[in-house]
């Protein structure tokens, strides 16, 4: 199945804490909070920053997940191409199967 930018997006939102980001209407937005949650500041994330986002949430994986995961971005990947370069959907895909997220 094929999904949109927005609706990958919106899953990444959903396996990252809250305090970390989150998912506004069509904006993926930074969470940061100063001057304890007085004063707030959203800074939108940007699509150069979207690997670092899996990364993130790979980062939290046991050797299990990061098993499945290997597994799904194979199954994503075309023939011949190297699991370090899937994309960020690819890897939002995958990561998604791995943590049971409906995307």
Same mark, same amino acid.
């Given at each position: 199945?094929?999904?949109?930018?927005?609706? *990958?997006? =919106?899953?990444?939102? =959903?396996? *990252?804490?809250? #305090?970390?980001?989150?998912? /506004?209407?069509?904006? &993926?937005?930074?969470?940061?909070? &100063?001057?304890? +949650?007085?004063?707030?500041?959203? *800074?939108?994330?940007?699509?150069? #920053?979207?690997?670092?986002?899996?990364?993130?949430?790979?980062?939290? &994986?046991? /050797? =299990?997940?990061?098993?499945?995961? +290997? =597994? #799904? *971005?194979?199954?994503?990947?075309?023939? +011949?191409?190297?699991? &370090? /370069?899937?994309?960020?959907?690819?890897?939002?895909?995958?990561?998604?199967?791995?943590?049971?997220?409906?995307?």
């Amino acid at each position: 199945m094929t999904y949109t930018d927005e609706q *990958l997006k =919106k899953t990444l939102a =959903k396996m *990252l804490p809250n #305090e970390i980001t989150y998912y /506004s209407v069509t904006t &993926f937005y930074w969470n940061r909070q &100063f001057i304890a +949650g007085i004063f707030h500041l959203a *800074l939108r994330v940007l699509d150069a #920053e979207l690997l670092h986002l899996c990364w993130m949430v790979e980062d939290d &994986f046991n /050797s =299990k997940q990061q098993d499945n995961y +290997g =597994k #799904e *971005l194979y199954k994503l990947i075309p023939y +011949g191409k190297m699991l &370090f /370069s899937a994309t960020w959907q690819q890897r939002v895909t995958a990561l998604a199967k791995v943590k049971g997220i409906e995307i």
